[in-house]
T-cell receptor, first 112, second 117 residues
Framework: KNQVEQSPQSLIILEGKNCTLQCNYTVSPFSNLRWYKQDTGRGPVSLTIMTFSENTKSNGRYTATLDADTKQSSLHITASQLSDSASYICVVSANSGYALNFGKGTSLLVTP | GAVVSQHPSWVICKSGTSVKIECRSLDFQATTMFWYRQFPKQSLMLMATSNEGSKATYEQGVEKDKFLINHASLTLSTLTVTSAHPEDSSFYIC?????????????FGPGTRLTVT
C-alpha cells in the first residue's frame, strides 16, 4: 500500500529560526516527490518537485532533499518568517506521475 | 505559472439543496481536472478525475450520483453536490493538469468552503 508519512505533525518556532520537516514514503514505483505549502483556507502551492535522480532542490529559503534509497525526504526552511506559518504537504507520485499520494502535512507556526 | 481558479470561494446552503462549484484553468488548457475534498486537519482526498468530453472516474466510496462532475470544455470543470447534507460540509479543491508541464504537473485551485446547514 502506498503511504506517505510526515513528521512532526505540528511545529512551533520563533521567527528567524530554521526548521526541518520530514517525509517518509513507501510509494512504488517512485516517479517524483513534491512539497506543497498550504495556507489556511487556500489550495496547495508547489514549492519543489524532485525526481529519482535529484538529491536536493531549492526554492528561495526552502530546500528539499531526497534519498530515494531510504525513501526519505526533508524540507528545510531557513530564516523563517511569519508568513511561513502554514501546512506543508509531502506528495509522492507513483508510476508516470499521474497518481498522487498525499501526506497529512506538518502544521508550522512561526511566532514573533 | 499556471493559474487555476474556483468559484465560489465559500458557500452556505441549506440541507437538501444542491450547490455547484466551478473550476477554471485560466492560462492553459486542461484535458484532465481533479476534484479533492479536505476535512479539517486531514490530507486531501481525491474524489474523482475529470476528463474533457467524457465521464468522470470516481474514487471508491464516492457517490457519483451525489457528486456530479461535468468537464464540458478544456478550461472548465464543475462539481455539483446534490441534495447536500451537513456531512458534506468540507473544503473542496480542484486541480488541473497542464499537459505542457513537466511530470504531469497539477496546479491547485484556491478551494471552496462548503457549509451545509
Amino acid at each position: 500500500k502506498n503511504q506517505v508519512e510526515q513528521s512532526p505533525q505540528s511545529l512551533i518556532i520563533l521567527e528567524g529560526k530554521n526548521c526541518t520537516l520530514q517525509c517518509n514514503y513507501t510509494v512504488s514505483p517512485f516517479s517524483n516527490l513534491r512539497w506543497y505549502k498550504q495556507d489556511t483556507g487556500r489550495g496547495p502551492v508547489s514549492l519543489t518537485i524532485m525526481t529519482f535522480s535529484e538529491n536536493t532542490k531549492s526554492n528561495g529559503r526552502y530546500t528539499a532533499t531526497l534519498d530515494a534509497d531510504t525513501k526519505q525526504s526533508s524540507l528545510h526552511i531557513t530564516a523563517s518568517q511569519l508568513s511561513d506559518s502554514a501546512s506543508y504537504i509531502c506528495v509522492v507520485s507513483a508510476n508516470s506521475g499521474y497518481a498522487l499520494n498525499f501526506g497529512k502535512g506538518t502544521s508550522l507556526l512561526v511566532t514573533p | 505559472g499556471a493559474v487555476v481558479s474556483q468559484h465560489p470561494s465559500w458557500v452556505i446552503c441549506k440541507s437538501g439543496t444542491s450547490v455547484k462549484i466551478e473550476c477554471r484553468s485560466l492560462d492553459f488548457q486542461a484535458t484532465t481536472m481533479f476534484w479533492y475534498r479536505q476535512f479539517p486537519k486531514q490530507s486531501l482526498m481525491l474524489m474523482a478525475t475529470s476528463n474533457e468530453g467524457s465521464k468522470a472516474t470516481y474514487e471508491q466510496g464516492v457517490e457519483k450520483d451525489k457528486f456530479l462532475i461535468n468537464h464540458a470544455s478544456l478550461t472548465l470543470s464543475t462539481l455539483t453536490v446534490t441534495s447536500a447534507h451537513p456531512e458534506d460540509s468540507s473544503f473542496y479543491i480542484c486541480s488541473a493538469r497542464d499537459p505542457q508541464g513537466g511530470f504531469y504537473e497539477q496546479y491547485f485551485g484556491p478551494g471552496t468552503r462548503l457549509t451545509v446547514t
